[in-house]
């Protein structure tokens, strides 16, 4: 069974219009193929501090990434720090707020949009910085980046979810065909991920509010989707709830890394995803 692992990260997408749009996902999950269930974001439910929480496992409170002007490296482990400590190759294409967290910060435009040093927690990286940047050229500079380095863990992190719900809010037309076009690209590249061996999750850091926000406590700002394709986990839809203090943890026990020592252990919410056995049961 492979390590290596592909995890997607949907920013900004609701768990409710996931499950509503995402129908090649659905479809995977639906029919014993891929796992799906729910994760209750952290607070504040905002961009970078839960970037921090899903790649080191650490709320707010310990990490002090506490709002999105907190521009300074990460003081945390993340899960690019563990893949280059246990001798890993890592890559990601994502917004430049993650090579700010993990590489340097401030970015620095000019300099810091590809980024190949195997010396940083980040070892292979591709960077944007405006909102609207196409999620299908996001999606491609991840392959890109697959292709050529072959990492035993790529991060992929779009944005134009996120920035249709921002200007528009999450009951648009807009915000649900931003979901429909991510689902589109994933029925593209799932396939051709999971035939090369790799293990993929998708997930979103926070959702979003009809009011085109997202920060604060309701469910429309906190719900968000989490689908796996791993044989190290249960198949089927699952009626859980997991914390997102959980996903990195989850995410080095897929990758066969032990966690750092500040990620909390597996909650026991996780157990029904820890075995091999399918489930139909229905959210």
Known sequence: MSDKLIVVVVDGMRYDLAIENLGFMEHLAASNQATRCRVVSELPS????????????????????????AVRLSEQES?????????????????????????????????????????????????YWEDHYPDSHLFLDGESLRRQVDPDFLYIHSMNVDDAGHKFGSDSKEYREKILRVDNLLSEL???????????????????????????????????????LSDKVAKGIHDVTIPQLAFAPLMCQLLNVPPSETMQEL?????????????????
Not at 267 to 283: D, E, F, I, V
């Open 46 to 69: 905002l961009s970078r501090p839960l970037y921090e929480v899903l790649l080191t496992g650490t709320p707010s409170s310990l990490n002090g990434i506490t709002n999105n002007s």
């Open 79 to 127: 899960l690019f720090h563990l893949t280059t400590k246990y001798g890993l190759v890592n890559a990601t294409a994502s917004y430049y707020w993650v090579s700010e967290l993990y590489n340097r910060a401030p970015f620095q435009f000019l300099e810091d949009r590809d980024q190949r040093n195997t010396n940083r927690p980040i070892q292979n990286g591709r960077f």
């Open 190 to 228: 799932v396939p051709l991920w999971t035939k090369e061996g790799y293990q993929v999750v998708i997930t979103s850091d926070h959702g979003m509010s009809t009011w085109g926000l997202h920060g604060g406590t309701t469910d429309g700002e906190r719900m968000v989707p989490l689908y796996i």
């Open 267 to 283: 909650p026991q919410s996780l157990s029904c995803l820890t075995g091999t056995k399918t489930t139909t049961s229905r959210l």
